[in-house]
């Protein structure tokens, strides 16, 4: 048995399921390896496809998968949904092959400082020195990554270490469960929220599921408190029966009108909310001044225990007030962008997994989506675009039996547009919106917001993804994927409609 093969075994044993892979010469004795094993390979084009469909699959399992990269170039390819992977505590384990070790001196092109690329966004990272090592090292890895509440393990596999014999498959290592809650955080939260002042419990994390969410809603019901996430959650189950939650707005003036009035801030897995930039004259920190910051919980800390804990604390009742489900008529006359939402939101059946990466075009879905059937929302978590398509692919290999929806603005989905094809390999049930709108829109809005006046046609043509237009449709086909253009209401509603009735990607362009 080589190195590799002693990994893979050791990954499989792990309870790795599934490898996102774009290999290259060094990572060949992984390749064959997996012929043996029940990983499943999952091949993409693009480093960034892999990276990002590792993070929908960790978000909706809550257990890693593999990618599989090609030395520092393959992993400085996928870093930027490695970065949102991060920002949104996502179970991932990279594996990096590396040149040989006795092959380093000789300063071959693709030699790079492979544990510098990789440290930014590893939580862990390790080398390994050779095959004997390489299963331990697997084991390691793995139980890094599933240490509560998920964290990115990196480890680098030189050539040698892969081809080299071993001694064997290593022992599974246990992961870092979630850490209990201290009775002085329960103790000091329920007093807080006993004296009357205006409080808002900020989630993120495991608490936005259905158990954390269920718990939030009791102590609202009985409190009066408001209960929000933050604009970049990693996942939120919403919809009909489901206490209903805020969301943060994206801009400052928004989150400080939010914000106005508030006296406590309890703090469940999150952070105080800061504006995704910095803008003249206007504030970074918003929470009001004078607001008390209480936490309850860390993100390393079970936070659907301490809220339950908390509600009983304030004799809070069973249940509490839900989102009911509106059946809205169906618009009719120009697609726009409220319009696409509210079709989204009407048509969407129940247990449908959403990738939004919306930008400027998700209006319509912040509106009308929390009152549609039950659903689980990925949102775009580190700013980094791209995420969209990559995610929900891995996404709908992590839930088959679920609908999975994209919705993607055209300029972040030309990212990684390379995911179509591996929807269209693997068969994937992902329908796929782009919101095509012909622009960065949201840089038009921020070229007046920061300041940069005068633009003139050299600036503004930096910001316009026409002449020419995008063609999704045809980009989409000749990845085989079915595709269809709808350009008013009706269009829209009916490719819709029909993509939610049948199996099998396909691909939507909206113009708006």
Same mark, same amino acid.
């Given at each position: 048995m080589n190195g590799a093969e002693s990994l893979v075994e050791t990954l499989a044993a792990s309870g790795i399921e599934v490898c996102f892979a774009n290999p290259g010469t060094s990572e060949m004795h992984f390749v064959v390896a997996l012929d043996k094993s029940p990983i499943r390979p999952v091949l993409c084009l693009f480093e960034g496809v892999?990276?990002?469909?590792?993070?929908?699959?960790?978000?909706?399992?809550?257990?890693?998968?593999a990618s599989l990269l090609h030395l520092g170039p393959g992993f400085a390819n996928g870093i930027?949904?490695?970065? @949102?992977?991060?920002?949104?505590a996502t179970p991932i384990v990279n594996i990096v092959g590396d040149h040989?070790?006795?092959? @380093?001196?000789?300063?071959?092109?693709?030699?790079?400082?492979?544990?510098?690329?990789?440290?930014?966004?590893?939580?862990?990272?390790?080398?390994?020195?050779?095959?004997?090592?390489?299963?331990? !090292?697997?084991?390691?890895?793995?139980?890094?990554?599933?240490? =509560?509440?998920?964290?990115?393990?990196?480890?680098i596999l030189p050539a040698d270490s892969a081809w080299d014999e071993s001694e064997g498959p290593a022992p599974v290592v246990p992961a870092t469960k979630a850490a209990p809650v201290s009775d002085a955080a329960v !103790?000091?939260?329920?007093?807080?929220?006993? @004296?009357?002042?205006?409080?808002?419990?900020?989630?993120?994390?495991?608490?936005?599921?259905?158990?954390?969410?269920?718990?939030?809603?009791?102590?609202?019901?009985k409190s009066g408190a408001r209960m929000?996430? !933050?604009?970049?959650?990693?996942?939120?189950?919403?919809?009909?029966?489901?206490?209903?939650?805020?969301r943060i707005p994206y801009f400052a003036e928004d989150i400080v009108e939010s914000f106005k009035g508030l006296e406590q801030l309890i703090l469940v897995g999150a952070s105080p909310p800061v504006t995704f930039f910095a803008y003249p004259g206007k504030p970074s920190w918003v929470t009001p001044e004078g607001c008390e910051i209480i936490t309850l919980s860390h993100p390393h800390e079970d936070g659907v225990a301490a809220l339950n804990a908390v509600a009983e604390a304030i004799g809070a009742p069973k249940a509490s007030a839900v989102a009911r489900l509106e059946r809205s008529d169906l618009p009719q006359g120009e697609l726009t962008s409220l319009a696409m939402g509210q079709i989204i939101a009407r048509l969407l059946p129940e247990g449908a997994i959403?990738?939004?990466?919306?930008?400027?075009?998700?209006?319509?879905?912040?509106? =009308?989506?929390?009152?549609?059937?039950?659903?689980?929302?990925?949102?775009?978590?580190?700013?980094?675009?791209?995420q969209a398509l990559p995610v929900a692919t891995g996404a709908a290999i992590a839930a088959p039996g679920r609908k999975t929806v994209t919705v993607s603005g055209d300029g972040g989905a030309m990212y990684t547009l390379q995911s179509l094809w591996t929807?269209?390999?693997?068969?994937? !049930?992902?329908?796929?919106?782009?919101?095509? @709108?012909?622009?960065?829109?949201v840089l038009n809005i921020e070229l007046m917001r920061v300041g940069a006046r005068n633009a003139g046609p050299k600036a503004l043509s930096m910001l316009d993804i026409g002449h020419p237009d995008l063609d999704w449709v045809a980009l989409a086909r000749?990845?085989?994927?079915?595709?269809?253009?709808?350009?008013?209401?009706?269009? =829209?509603?009916?490719? =819709?409609?029909?993509?939610?009735?049948?199996?099998?990607?396909?691909?939507?362009?909206?113009?708006?």
């Open positions: 892999a990276t990002g469909a590792a993070d929908g699959y960790g978000r909706m399992t809550g257990k890693p998968a930027a949904n490695l970065h @949102n992977a991060r920002r949104a040989a070790s006795w092959h @380093n001196r000789y300063d071959a092109p693709l030699m790079s400082d492979i544990l510098g690329i990789c440290r930014p966004v590893s939580h862990w990272l390790h080398s390994t020195a050779s095959a004997r090592t390489a299963a331990s !090292d697997a084991a390691r890895a793995v139980a890094a990554a599933r240490a =509560f509440p998920g964290q990115i393990a990196t480890l !103790d000091r939260a329920a007093r807080a929220l006993s @004296n009357g002042k205006k409080t808002m419990l900020l989630l993120r994390g495991s608490v936005l599921l259905r158990d954390g969410l269920q718990a939030a809603g009791r102590i609202v019901a929000a996430h !933050d604009y970049f959650a990693a996942r939120v189950s919403r919809g009909a029966g489901l206490p209903p939650i805020e959403i990738s939004e990466e919306a930008a400027t075009c998700g209006g319509g879905l912040t509106k =009308f989506l929390p009152s549609s059937a039950p659903h689980d929302i990925l949102y775009i978590t580190g700013g980094a675009i791209g929807q269209a390999r693997e068969k994937l !049930d992902v329908i796929t919106v782009i919101c095509a @709108n012909r622009s960065y829109a000749g990845m085989g994927v079915e595709a269809e253009r709808a350009q008013d209401c009706a269009q =829209f509603a009916r490719v =819709f409609e029909d993509a939610m009735k049948r199996k099998g990607p396909r691909l939507i362009e909206a113009v708006l």
